[in-house]
């Protein structure tokens, strides 16, 4: 699952984020409808038709997720876990993150 910056640096060709991506197959993507949201603010913003065009050939080929009353809930405790001080030597429990989605990290993908 990509974030909002990931999909923007993919289309402004900044970093390495487009060639990652590229390494994928298109159903190995997705975003969230909070992604596209971000996206669609932003092209309106600037009054881009060209930006609106790029967005719905980018969404033609990957899966927009909800995000409902569960991932809301999700994220709130995903968020808080991510917050806390851990031990030097504190690993999660084996399958504790397993069902948690993967949102790749902007700043990891920039050189």
Known sequence: MLD???VSFAFRGEGKVATRILQ???SEICI?????AELRYGAARRKSQKLHDLI???ISN???MPFDEPCAT???VMSYD???PTLPNSRPLPGEYAARPVVADSAALMP
């Open 4 to 6: 909002t910056d990931s």
């Open 32 to 36: 969230s409808a909070i992604t596209l």
């Open 56 to 58: 719905d050939a980018f």
């Open 82 to 84: 991510q917050s806390r």
């Open 74 to 76: 999700h994220f709130g």
């Open 62 to 64: 990957v899966e927009v």
């Open 24 to 26: 994928h197959r298109p």
